[in-house]
């Protein structure tokens, strides 16, 4: 994890504003920082903060090699397939850096020959001053985070968080756009004389659901025709397993429900096989006994992690949230509600710990229709098209939390079940079977596990909490707690008059209304290109609130030392 920051063609640009805007992303690589100007790109910087995961010695950046020493690459990525591609190909790398290979794939295939090729997460700016050109991409899930500022004169900024770029944007006279640089794209550049840029080409190389272009993990043969859940569980271990590629401490999130836990699980078991020099530590959070720090105990104990339990109260949410905002980027309802506890558990992390590289679920409940509200879908294919449209829009929410309230804290984010394989067999298989079946969600990837000793059987079909419920105490939800923080925040008056200040995704709570003020106070004038629409349920009538707490499928009522079987389920 690290984050990188480019402009081009800013006239005139002081050295101040440039500093004063690079310092802003410090926190997603504290350990080194490099910017460089070249004569040849006139106003043209780029800028990296880095946090050595792979190759501390070679790895700084922006990287050249002596190969193609008119190249300069940034990236914040890592690149699971690169001594697959550089066998393939013959590339005589310098480093031991995976992302090296990015420069290699550019230099002998062109722009339209480096981002389909990879397996991994990145975003990427590459410059080639001989031939004039800048080339950004960004992975088909936007596991790493990209911001583009492009403005009507050619001017162009990249940044991997968008806090880095909105100052910048008092230097441009003519008409701008700072947004989210969109997941499965690259775009192509030429750099004109005066600095500025052109964009020359923009092409989708990769969308959802289709087979990848790079050479798999696991070859396709070698998976079964006929066993499905043997499939998923080959695939979901090998994600997990390409993801060790780290010089530093791994650890794992783990919350006691079924995505952290298989993950956990999984973790463990791989970093016996390869013999990994330390213990694996695991972090869950709550309130006291909450539900999940109940079920995250019993996981760790079973599957053998060193194992940290993070309490937090009432004031430590008052303290963080409005650093929260600041950090996530966003006026999501459910997005800040979610990072509330991730935020405070890689607080906890940073600052107690040795781990750097932390495993996480991310992406379960998207994929293998998760949310509570997948009860209510009409058929099999709205389910499917529900699940492909979370997926595209994972990076504006939950991909978004888990990459700000990690990275906040200097700790590189690993996410197995987005992984582009995984995704792509799972998504293929029969609709109907991957619904709920019974009520229970997520059926068919538990099923898959079932009976295979990777965890104990009620955490396996464990039923979904909702965040809030889960990490707080059964006498008040985090969903409590908010709302009366916020109440003392913003007045009625000013809620009333929400609508017109805000007719956008118009907050209609104190709570929806606070998250914007905040957030326009560091992010002005953004609010509908960060944010589109407001994370909601579907399916689900009068409906307001995000929460599953509202659905009426929601089982968070069933007594918590109850253990819960797959034949228990009971839709309530």
Not at 387 to 403: E, N, W
Not at 446 to 470: C, M, Q, V, Y
Request: aromatic fraction near 12%; charged fraction near 25%; proline fraction near 4%.
């Amino acid at each position: 994890m690290c984050g990188i920051w480019a402009l081009f063609g800013l006239d005139a640009q002081p050295l101040t504003c440039v500093y004063k805007n690079f310092e802003k992303i410090v926190h997603r690589g504290p350990e080194a920082f490099r910017i460089e100007y070249d004569n040849m790109v006139k106003n043209g910087y780029l800028g990296f903060h880095r946090l050595a995961i792979v190759d501390s010695l070679h790895g700084m950046q922006p990287m050249r090699l002596y190969k193609y020493p008119h190249i300069f690459l940034l990236c914040n990525g890592e690149i699971y397939n690169h001594k697959e591609i550089s066998q393939k190909y013959g590339f005589q790398y310098s480093t031991a850096c995976d992302i090296e290979v990015l420069i290699h794939l550019y230099a002998n295939g062109g722009a339209q020959n480096v981002a389909k090729m990879l397996d991994g997460v990145f975003a990427f700016c590459l410059m080639d001053i001989k031939n004039r050109k800048i080339l950004i991409g960004r992975d088909p899930y936007g596991i790493r985070p990209l911001f583009k500022l492009y403005s009507s004169d050619g001017q162009l900024g990249v940044c991997s968080e968008s806090k880095g770029l909105i100052e910048v944007t008092e230097q441009i006279s003519s008409k701008w756009l700072v947004e989210p640089f969109q997941p499965g794209y690259y775009e192509e550049y030429e750099i004109l004389n005066d600095g500025r840029t052109k964009l020359l080409m923009r092409e989708n190389y990769y969308k959802l659901g289709e087979k990848p272009n790079f050479q798999v993990y696991t070859p396709w043969n070698v998976l079964s025709s006929v066993d499905i859940y043997g499939n998923i569980r080959t695939l979901l271990s090998a994600a997990v397993k390409k993801r060790l590629m780290a010089d530093r401490r791994i650890g794992c999130l783990l919350s006691g429900g079924l995505d952290s836990s298989l993950i956990a699980a999984l973790l463990v078991k791989h970093a016996k096989e390869e013999k990994l020099p330390y213990k694996i530590q695991s972090f869950s959070i709550g309130m006291n006994d909450s539900p999940d720090i109940i079920a995250a105990r019993q996981v760790a104990h079973y599957v053998g992690t060193e194992h940290y339990e993070i309490i937090f109260s009432e004031k430590d949410v008052a303290e963080i949230l409005d650093k929260l905002i600041y950090q996530l980027e966003t006026f999501d309802i459910t997005t800040i509600r979610a990072s509330i506890g991730m935020y405070l558990i890689s607080k906890y992390i940073k600052h107690n710990t040795d781990t750097t590289v932390i495993f996480s679920g991310e992406g379960a409940d998207e994929l293998a229709q998760g949310y509570i509200y997948f009860k209510d879908s009409p058929n099999a294919a709205e389910a499917h098209l529900e699940s492909v449209r979370l997926l595209k829009d994972i990076y504006l929410y939950d991909g978004l939390r888990a990459d700000r309230t990690t990275s906040a804290f200097s700790l590189e984010l690993r996410v197995p079940f987005l992984d582009i394989q995984f995704t792509n067999y799972y998504l293929s298989l029969d609709a109907a079977t991957r619904q709920p079946q019974g009520g229970i969600e997520k059926h068919l990837l538990r099923s898959a596990f079932d009976g295979t000793n990777l965890l104990p059987s009620n955490i396996l079909w464990r039923h979904k909490e909702a965040f809030s419920d889960g990490v707080t105490s059964i006498k008040k939800s985090l969903f409590q707690m908010i709302h009366e923080i916020v109440d003392n925040r913003i007045s009625n008056e000013d809620l009333e008059k929400g609508y017109l200040k805000y007719p956008h995704c118009t907050p209609k709570t104190k709570e929806a209304l606070y998250y914007r003020n905040i957030f326009e106070k560091h992010y002005g004038g953004q609010a509908e290109t960060f944010v589109p629409y407001f994370w909601m349920p579907r399916w689900v009538k009068g409906i307001s609130d995000p929460s599953a707490r509202f659905i009426a499928h929601y089982a968070a009522n069933v007594k918590k030392d109850d253990k819960v079987t797959k034949n228990e389920f009971a839709v309530i």
